[in-house]
């Protein structure tokens, strides 16, 4: 069983609706990253956060840290959201640098 | 700041052929790390370093080499190019201490060896 599990693997919406990536992990951790990677092939970070909920924009992450569970949303969709995002953890111990990711979850946003 | 820069952005190799890939970032972080991405898969992790000086292997390690002589230079060195090695590369930096950092990464360097 992959310590970072992502759902779902693929997604496919309209313009405007409301979008649930999610991420369940199994070990313990400091943080947990989202990032997203475009058709282009850049990965930008979108947040890192170890409790509550974050928001930028249309964009909004929350984790349950008793739950090993993260959310990302994305309110009122649109194809530029187009990309593969990447629920990734920092943990608490071991080594690999620390960081485990999940094998993303690709969005696709018709217009 | 130009954050993690790469270089280069596309190459080419013969069987056997050596290359090194330069990574800088000027964000003063101590982590550094490798990765690759093979077609449809998710990032592996083939070194990291938590600081100059200190490298340690990560999942991937083979057929590849990397030094740390400071805080902003984190090169790749491949030596003998196979084609397994077509990939494409990350390098990636964070800090980690009393205010942890996102990750940034470099653009990707897109390896084909032929």
């Known amino acids: 069983k992959n310590e970072v599990e992502q759902s779902p693997q693929n997604l496919t919406a309209q313009e405007g609706e409301f979008i649930t990536i999610n991420c369940s992990y199994s070990?313990?951790?400091?943080?947990l990253h989202w990032l997203q990677q475009h058709p282009g092939g850049g990965i930008v970070s979108l947040f890192m956060?170890?409790?509550g909920k974050k928001k930028h924009g249309r964009l909004i992450a929350t984790i349950n840290i008793q739950e090993k569970h993260s959310s990302l949303h994305i309110t009122a969709s649109h194809p530029r959201d187009s990309a593969v995002y990447i629920c990734?953890?920092?943990?608490?111990?071991?080594?690999?640098?620390?960081?485990?990711f999940g094998k993303g979850t690709k969005l696709s946003v018709k217009p | 700041n130009a954050g993690v820069t790469q270089t280069p952005k596309f190459r080419i190799l013969k069987i056997g052929q050596s290359m090194t890939l330069q990574c800088t970032q000027d964000?003063?972080?101590?982590?550094m790390y490798w990765y690759r991405q093979d077609p449809g898969m998710g990032l592996k992790l083939i070194y990291y370093?938590?600081?100059?000086?200190?490298?340690d292997k990560g999942e991937v390690p083979n057929g590849y080499n990397v030094s740390r002589s400071t805080t902003e230079d984190f090169p790749l060195r491949l030596e003998l190019a196979a084609p397994s090695q077509t990939s494409v590369y990350f390098c990636?930096?964070?800090?980690?201490?009393?205010?942890?950092?996102?990750?940034?990464f470099g653009n990707g360097t897109r390896l084909t060896v032929t």
């Open positions: 990636a930096s964070s800090y980690l201490g009393q205010r942890d950092s996102p990750l940034h």
């Open positions: 070990v313990g951790i400091s943080a």
């Open positions: 990734a953890v920092r943990t608490t111990g071991g080594s690999q640098g620390n960081l485990i």
């Open positions: 956060l170890s409790s």
């Open positions: 964000m003063n972080h101590n982590y």
């Open positions: 370093s938590v600081g100059a000086g200190i490298t």
